[in-house]
């Protein structure tokens, strides 16, 4: 995949990122290849073996290979994963007319623990997504809040969750952690979505555009604390935002509010 510069995410983008464990983008697909996306998966697409470079994944011309390499969308992969990434798995998801159930709220592959690194999964909708259509459900800044998959498909509703309405065209990147689920379809449509999951193969560190790394919204979108977080316990959520911020940047004294400091200080003078 190649970009330019002017297509990679800003330092505020990237906060916004390990903040909220997704990233939406509108509309940058254009109308024609959403139109071919509707063929292309009522068709289907057949699987690839785990690790599969993306060049291999998707031949040169293919629709899937355009896809990635819509600029916008380029340049947010390049940011997030870095060059190279791999495909882990790929999938068509559809939501039939008037199905009468919801898929339940969970985490993908949440047996991943890398505090260092992630994994990007990529949601293409080619068609606009009404809210009666049941669009992908998702709780913010939950991608940091260790669960086995399902734990959390005892929830119905979770204060301060987003319920997806696009239109078409919208690709939303997603930390693999976060919590989501697609939504009932009450419409008389069926309503697509493509899900791609990369695994990167460098190390994801400065991977986008930093002239704007001092810019004080970073630190803003870092703080950002949502209405599910408990009390006490959320604060944790502001904890390891701080600790995936310092392996993206390699700025190892970077905090929010004194949280990581404090209880790295261990001192390893010997006393007189």
Same mark, same amino acid.
């Given at each position: 995949?190649?970009?330019?510069?002017?297509?990679?995410?800003?330092?505020?983008?990237?906060?916004?990122?390990?903040?909220?464990?997704?990233?939406?983008?509108?509309?940058?697909?254009?109308?024609?290849?959403?139109?071919?996306?509707?063929?292309?998966?009522?068709?289907?697409?057949?699987?690839?073996?785990?690790?599969?470079?993306?060049?291999?994944?998707?031949?040169?011309?293919?629709?899937?290979?355009?896809?990635?390499?819509?600029?916008?969308?380029? @340049?947010?992969?390049?940011?997030?994963?870095?060059?190279?990434?791999?495909?882990?798995?790929?999938?068509?998801?559809?939501?039939?007319?008037?199905?009468?159930?919801?898929?339940?709220?969970? @985490?993908?592959?949440?047996?991943?623990?890398?505090?260092?690194?992630?994994?990007?999964?990529?949601?293409? %909708?080619?068609?606009?997504?009404?809210?009666?259509? @049941?669009?992908?459900?998702?709780?913010? @800044?939950?991608?940091?809040?260790?669960?086995?998959?399902?734990?959390?498909?005892? %929830?119905?509703?979770?204060?301060?969750?987003?319920?997806?309405?696009?239109?078409?065209?919208?690709?939303?990147?997603?930390?693999?952690?976060?919590?989501?689920?697609?939504?009932?379809?009450?419409?008389?449509?069926?309503? %697509?979505?493509?899900?791609?999951?990369?695994?990167?193969?460098?190390?994801?560190?400065?991977?986008?555009?930093?002239?704007?790394?001092?810019?004080?919204?970073?630190?803003?979108?870092?703080?950002?604390?949502?209405?599910? %977080?408990?009390?006490?316990?959320?604060?944790?959520?502001?904890?390891?935002?701080?600790?995936?911020?310092?392996?993206?940047?390699?700025?190892?004294?970077?905090?929010?509010?004194?949280?990581?400091?404090?209880?790295?200080?261990?001192?390893?003078?010997?006393?007189?």
């Amino acid at each position: 995949m190649t970009t330019t510069r002017e297509h990679l995410l800003s330092s505020v983008q990237m906060a916004h990122f390990v903040a909220h464990g997704s990233l939406r983008m509108d509309a940058v697909v254009p109308a024609e290849m959403n139109a071919e996306a509707m063929e292309v998966f009522r068709v289907g697409i057949p699987p690839v073996p785990y690790g599969t470079p993306v060049h291999e994944a998707y031949p040169e011309g293919s629709f899937m290979r355009r896809l990635v390499e819509v600029p916008e969308v380029a @340049g947010a992969l390049r940011s997030l994963i870095g060059t190279d990434p791999h495909i882990d798995h790929h999938f068509v998801h559809v939501r039939e007319p008037r199905e009468g159930q919801a898929q339940p709220l969970h @985490g993908d592959a949440i047996i991943d623990v890398r505090p260092d690194a992630f994994d990007v999964q990529l949601m293409y %909708y080619p068609q606009e997504v009404t809210l009666e259509m @049941g669009g992908t459900l998702s709780v913010p @800044g939950s991608h940091l809040r260790r669960t086995n998959e399902s734990d959390t498909g005892r %929830y119905q509703n979770l204060r301060g969750q987003s319920q997806l309405v696009c239109p078409a065209g919208t690709v939303v990147f997603l930390h693999h952690g976060l919590w989501h689920g697609g939504r009932r379809n009450d419409s008389d449509i069926r309503r %697509y979505m493509f899900k791609i999951r990369f695994n990167p193969t460098v190390r994801q560190r400065r991977l986008w555009d930093t002239s704007d790394l001092a810019d004080p919204r970073v630190a803003e979108k870092l703080n950002t604390v949502f209405p599910w %977080y408990e009390h006490a316990t959320g604060r944790l959520e502001l904890y390891n935002r701080v600790l995936l911020w310092r392996a993206l940047t390699g700025e190892e004294d970077f905090d929010l509010d004194h949280w990581v400091t404090r209880v790295s200080n261990r001192p390893q003078e010997v006393p007189a």
